[in-house]
């Protein structure tokens, strides 16, 4: 069994449609959620960081951790056709050395 | 803030020479700097952790006198790809941290091994 299970898609929406992205985790040593989102021969960029169970919410993106049930989740409202790429959960403990997801690739149509 | 650059973004070389890829945190000093390789539709995999001043910590299967990881200061890493063979071509990402902070990461290298 993976470390952290990401469904990689592809995901197709209509722009303005929500996206909703999950991954589950087995190392309950995890503490801190990161959500990066890659766009094509580029690096990864940090979109979201929680360290807690809950919601976190910047913008148009809300991250959900659910530490008890090892599922962590990102929202993206109104989306827009530049949300369209790659999205990785990348969940890590104390260390910060990052376990990432497969990464769910997202297309917004216009 | 937060800006990590990677140099060389693209390369191309011969096989059996070697590459070096430098990583530099522009606005912040790293206290650990990490490499990872990515192939086509993967996600990435981690190489080796770097932190200033020591050794570097690579992961298992990962031939450390092939990939060459020196990390002299808190704004510069570099991975070097000795002898490469065109199985080494890949997508090569540096990220970096500070103390207690999310990891951030280069804009990669792409490195073809013809």
């Known amino acids: 069994q993976k470390e952290v299970e990401q469904d990689p898609g592809p995901l197709s929406v209509p722009e303005g449609a929500i996206v909703s992205l999950n991954c589950t985790y087995s190392?309950?040593?995890?503490?801190?959620f990161m959500w990066y989102r890659q766009y094509s021969r580029k690096g990864p960029e940090l979109l979201m960081y929680?360290?807690?169970?809950g919601n976190k919410e910047d913008g148009r993106f809300t991250a959900q951790v659910d530490k008890s049930s090892k599922y962590i989740s990102l929202f993206i409202r109104d989306s827009q056709p530049s949300d369209s790429a790659t999205y990785l959960c990348?969940?890590?403990?104390?260390?910060?050395?990052?376990?990432f997801g497969a990464g769910t690739t997202v297309t917004v149509r216009a | 803030g937060a800006v990590v650059s990677q140099h060389p973004s693209w390369v191309i070389c011969k096989s059996g020479t070697s590459v070096k890829i430098e990583c530099r945190s522009l606005?912040?000093?790293?206290?650990?700097m990490f490499w990872y390789r990515q192939f086509p539709k993967q996600s990435l995999m981690l190489m080796a952790t770097?932190?200033?001043?020591?050794?570097?910590?690579?992961e298992q299967g990962v031939e450390k006198d092939k990939f060459l990881i020196n990390h002299a200061s808190l704004t510069l890493s570099t991975l070097t790809v000795t002898s490469a063979h065109p199985e080494d071509s890949s997508f090569y990402i540096c990220?970096?941290?500070?103390?207690?902070?999310?990891?951030?990461f280069g804009n990669g290298t792409r490195l073809t091994v013809t």
């Open positions: 990220s970096a941290r500070q103390t207690n902070s999310p990891l951030h």
């Open positions: 190392n309950s040593a995890f503490q801190y």
């Open positions: 929680t360290y807690s169970s």
């Open positions: 990348a969940p890590a403990p104390g260390d910060y050395k990052l376990s």
């Open positions: 606005d912040f000093q790293a206290t650990t």
């Open positions: 770097s932190n200033e001043g020591s050794k570097a910590t690579y």
